[in-house]
């Protein structure tokens, strides 16, 4: 079973409404979470990071976060066709010293189409 | 802003070179990764690096190794390169702890391609 999973799409999604990204992931100790947008050849760029339980808005990004469900979403309002990429959530977990080990889901391909 | 960047954008070796893969930043982050990206098996760490000259095996460390001799440098080393390493190579930093801790920024990757 993968520790963090999501669903790899495509979602596709009209100009302007909202697109709703998931993730679930299976370790409880988990403490940050992390939304990323990755384009074709090029390498992810973060959009937010989520702490506590709740939600947390970053202009037309909202995270949302469930811990006791082990879920973690993102929702893209007024979608663009320039939202059109692949989204990565990554969860941390301890790790020896290094306390920060990322790991990622594989993916939501999103398309915005006009 | 962070930068990291990473020595090539595309590289192409052949079967047993040895290559070499340098990502260097900007931002005194403590912490240092190397991942690599493939089509359908998403993003799998290497190795990673907490201070200089530590190291610590990731997810598939096998055919790989890492150099980390000065905080803002970490050096990915394919002793003899294979085909199954084509793949996109990407290099990460963060920091220990602050705020932020734990975000990790991604430098521009690297597409290396074994022939």
């Known amino acids: 079973q993968k520790e963090v999973e999501q669903n790899s799409g495509p979602l596709s999604v009209p100009e302007g409404a909202i697109a709703s990204l998931n993730c679930t992931y299976s370790?409880?100790?988990?403490?940050?979470f992390f939304w990323y947008r990755q384009y074709s050849g090029k390498s992810p760029e973060l959009i937010m990071f989520?702490?506590?339980?709740g939600d947390k808005e970053d202009g037309r990004f909202t995270a949302q976060l469930n811990k006791a469900s082990q879920y973690v979403s993102l929702l893209i309002r007024d979608s663009q066709p320039s939202d059109s990429a692949t989204y990565l959530c990554?969860?941390?977990?301890?790790?020896?010293?290094?306390?920060?080990?990322?790991?990622f889901g594989g993916g939501t391909r999103v398309l915005v189409k006009p | 802003d962070v930068k990291v960047t990473q020595s090539s954008r595309y590289l192409v070796k052949r079967t047993g070179e040895k290559v070499f893969l340098e990502c260097v930043q900007d931002m005194d982050h403590e912490n240092m990764f190397w991942y690599r990206q493939d089509p359908g098996l998403g993003l799998r760490l290497i190795y990673f690096s907490y201070d200089v000259k530590m190291k610590e095996k990731g997810d598939i460390p096998e055919g790989y190794s890492v150099s980390r001799e000065k905080k803002e440098r970490f050096s990915l080393i394919l002793e003899s390169a294979s085909t199954n390493q084509t793949s996109m190579y990407l290099c990460?930093?963060?920091?220990?702890?602050?705020?932020?801790?734990?975000?990790?920024?991604f430098g521009p990757g690297t597409r290396l391609t074994v022939l």
């Open positions: 990554a969860v941390s977990a301890l790790y020896k010293a290094a306390g920060n080990k990322l790991t």
């Open positions: 989520i702490y506590s339980n």
């Open positions: 990460a930093s963060s920091l220990l702890a602050g705020v932020g801790v734990h975000t990790q920024y």
């Open positions: 370790d409880r100790g988990s403490q940050s």
